[in-house]
């Protein structure tokens, strides 16, 4: 009852900003494997919910993964996961639609199957009166495979086209027996059923061939929408839970012309698109009549919102960016705080991670925030990264130094300054995707360094650095292929779920694989290895349609400390993506 009870107070403190719909004969259930404050604040899933929503074939519902304290009740009782609104048992869902942004929640992911009494493995769900189980999002796309042993279909790329094209097959195919359906929806453009793809290795334990054996061609093109105006991505259900409960969040554009080397971001999403600036102003306007802070906006949006007595709030700026307009409208609106993503303490290693920002601009950026009433400052940097020395970690610290000294200089009010620092995680269908992440002893004497060096500047900043041990498990789900789900299955089934816990539990599994138990790979295969260049990579099969060669020069270009210009969409043709 205590579960039910939670439930139906978040509903009726829910906001639902678009018109409800009785519904279809489709019941899906769609969900965020993550705990609902979390999911609640992601657009994506917003997003996708309200596609499925308004499709007069569908009746949908969502799931969470539930609170600790709920996951705890529902374990001392046997119960099983059940939907959100209704509350009716996942399994009694024609297709439960996974959104996925983050590949560190493909644990969870198995978790909630596990939770819900559906069988983990496709294959024991086959031929059986299962729900389909699919899954698209940010994480889907990059690398589906540690989680292709538990889940029917993905589908990879942008939804807003792709969703009610599965949508519409799935409602003319429920006469067909249940391999031919499968069948018919792999044939949507952007579907990819791992079935159809059997992995071979060699053996020395390295992804030799992919055998292939479903209709049409063995590659899964990634969806992309051109024109985002002919969708609204922004709040449509707020709620106080969110963990952005006080803000309306605005989709401004969707990808990035900087094409740093270490995001994923800046390579998935390409070429960049931006929503119309009268789009965006009306979308703002709207917000304001909800919430008094919009999240998540572009620059220009700066004048429309404090205009409609709103407070904007930037997430972090990139410090050519921000101009004595931007930086007065921020000011006006109220800010306090601003935050700036160097990423790197050293111009070499800006260059190599192609920041395209020098140190002067750093520093006059800060003096501009400085200068219009900011007074805090958050300064995001990585660690880790491949060329890195010792000399670029300490200047992380230095160039903290530098930007406390530029504002004192011009008798600026210097309040509180935080580092937040990450270790490199390298991503598929990015540069660094063959490059190795640094061993956690490593990571954790180089953080140790940047903080020794802050204590010696003259002014207090708090460091918060993230853990190696979380970075290494992010670099299992992120560079793994298919073998890592027999992984993950072990974590899940021994319920660990916080980082310690998982960190202790890939311990024991790496122990298992030097003594050849248990058929596990060791971890470190996934992570700490760099890939060779020739290596068919666990997402090869994926079209992107960013050329690999591209991929393998701009890595080149980083090891001769040589910078890429920003995309110019209008005459660059050069990665593919255009
Ligand atoms: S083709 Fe050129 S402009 Fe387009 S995404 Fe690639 S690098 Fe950027």
Known sequence: MFLRKRALERIAGEK???????????????????????????????????????????????AFLPDPD??????????????????????????????????????????????????????????????????????????????????????????????????????????????????????????????????VYDGAGGLARVDYSGPGLPRVSRRLIHDLDRFTTASLILTPESVFGDMYLVEASRGCQWGCRFCAAGFMYRPIRYRGTDNLIAESRRGLEERGVIGLVGAEMADAVADGGGRLSPSSLKADCISPALAAALARNGNRSVTVAPEAGSERMRRIINKNLTEEEILGAAEMMM????????????????????????????????????????????????????????????????DAMREPQELKRKVALVRSHLMRLDVGVELDAESPREA?????????????????????????????????????????????????????????????RDELLPWDFIDHHIEKWFLASERKKAHHERQTRPCDVTTCRVCGAC
């Not at 980082?499 to 248990?518: F, N, V």
Request: charge should be negative.
């Open 16 to 62: 639902v900003l678009f018109e409800r719909r009785r519904g279809g004969d489709i019941r899906i259930c769609v969900v965020y494997p993550n705990v609902y404050r979390l999911g609640m604040a992601n657009l994506g899933f917003q997003a996708v919910h309200h596609i499925f929503e308004s499709d007069p074939h569908v009746a949908a519902d969502r």
């Open 70 to 199: 709920e996951r705890a009740y529902i374990r001392a009782r046997g119960e099983r996961l059940v939907s959100f609104e209704r509350g009716q048992p996942l399994g009694a869902f024609d297709v439960i639609a996974f959104s996925v942004s983050f590949e560190t929640d493909y644990l969870n992911l198995i978790t909630m199957l596990r939770m819900a009494g559906i069988p983990l493995s496709r294959a024991e769900r086959a031929g059986r009166n299962y729900p389909l189980v699919i899954a698209g999002g940010s994480a889907v796309f990059l690398n589906p495979e540690p989680i292709a042993d538990f889940v029917d279909l993905f589908l990879i790329g942008e939804g807003e086209e792709m969703v009610p094209e599965f949508i519409a097959r799935f409602h003319e195919t429920g006469a067909l027996a249940g391999s031919e359906r499968m069948r018919a929806l792999a044939l949507v453009e952007g579907a990819y059923l791992p079935d159809y793809f059997a992995p």
């Open 371 to 434: 200068g219009e009433g900011v007074e805090n400052l958050k300064c995001y940097f990585m660690v880790g990264l491949p060329e890195e020395h010792d000399e670029d970690v300490v200047a992380i610290a230095e160039l903290i130094g530098k930007i406390v000294a530029r504002a004192r200089a011009q008798r600026r009010h210097v309040g509180r300054v935080s580092v937040s620092l990450n270790p490199f995680v390298p991503k598929p269908w990015t540069p660094f995707q063959w």
């Open 472 to 532: 290494y498990f992010q670099t299992l789900v992120s560079r793994g292929d298919r073998r890592v789900g027999a992984i993950l299955a072990r974590l899940s089934a021994e319920h660990r779920e916080l980082p310690g816990e998982i960190w202790q539990g890939l311990k024991a599994i790496k122990r298992e694989a030097a003594a050849g138990d248990g058929g596990f790979v060791d971890p470190d295969y996934f992570v700490t290895r760099e890939y060779a």
